[in-house]
């Protein structure tokens, strides 16, 4: 880390310098659930290691496995030689992260894939913050195109599960890209910057708070985006938060990619200067795959 940290200026601080409203409405009711500003406890950081610049890689096994595949997914998890300085986690479905959380290694985190905007009570199907803290999580992923294009989750709602997961100890990966139309209509800026936007509106603080920047055309489709074109969404963002929040965030806050990583693109993907880590999907849910793609923070140290 020293020897990175001498010559990478994203390790040091010091760095050069992206909906569907489903129902406004439901939204909107629920803003009144949360409590005012004022009375929020104060950010509990959860984990050390958030915002220290540490190379971030999450695992987001979206609706997929059974009790035998993810036992032995654990398994090949428990036992695979990770690199010590990355910050791992992964995000099982919900029926499975008891399982998970309680068999898996203290090494690598364990993340829900989606939580409620509020405290828990009369909400049939949804998952509380606080049950998720009864169970072992650390983290929640929250704003993923799936839930905003498919499930209708609005920019808005999105912000505000994320300040209440924040004001209640989570850390929050905060999902964000540009659909193939909005890329090819020249908005991928507009669409990235406006659910920032969202985010910063609401949340408590940025400590805790991991950015997953996913181009929805490259979700599962086996079409990764160009170490080039990755890059250059990420500095958008950071400039974004510089001009937007803070230098300090900007510097300091994991701006991870996601959208068909694998064991071979993984590489060359984290050579560039501001790709803190990844959001994998597909490939994490090969153990020694995923394995590998935590190791690429080695390919970044050999490029500082
Ligand atoms: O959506 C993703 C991670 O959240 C990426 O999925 P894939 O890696 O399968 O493209």
Known sequence: MEMVAASCPQFTGLRPTLHNA?????????????????????????????????????????????????????????????????????????????????????????????????????????????????????????????????????????????????????????????????REAGKTFDVCFQQLKAFADVVPSWDNMVIAYEPVWAIGTGKVATPQQAQEVHVAVRDWLKKNVSEEVASKTRIIYGGSVNGSNCGELAKQEDIDGFLVGGASLKGPEFATIVNSVTAKKVAA
Not at 42 to 57: D, E, H, I, L, N
Not at 90 to 110: A, G, K, Q
Request: charged letters at 20%; hydrophobic letters at 35%.
């Open 22 to 182: 489903r129902s406004q409405p439901f939204a909107q009711h629920f803003n009144s659930q949360l409590r005012p500003s004022s009375s929020r406890k104060p950010c509990r950081p959860v984990v050390a290691m958030a915002g220290s610049g540490k190379f971030f890689v999450g695992g987001n096994w979206k609706c997929n496995g059974t009790k035998d595949s993810i036992t032995k997914l654990v398994a090949d998890l428990n036992s695979a030689k990770l690199e010590s300085d990355v910050d791992v986690v992964v995000s099982p479905p919900f029926v499975y992260l008891d399982l998970v959380s309680s068999s898996l290694t203290d090494r690598i985190e364990v993340s829900a894939q989606n939580s409620w905007i509020g405290k828990g009570g009369a909400f049939t199907g949804e998952i509380s913050v606080e049950q998720l803290k009864d169970i072992g999580c650390k983290w929640v992923i929250l704003g993923h195109s799936e839930r905003r294009h498919i499930i209708g989750e609005n920019d808005q709602f999105i912000g505000k599960k994320a300040a209440y997961a924040l004001n209640e100890g989570l850390g929050v990966i905060a999902c964000i890209g540009e659909l193939l139309e909005e």
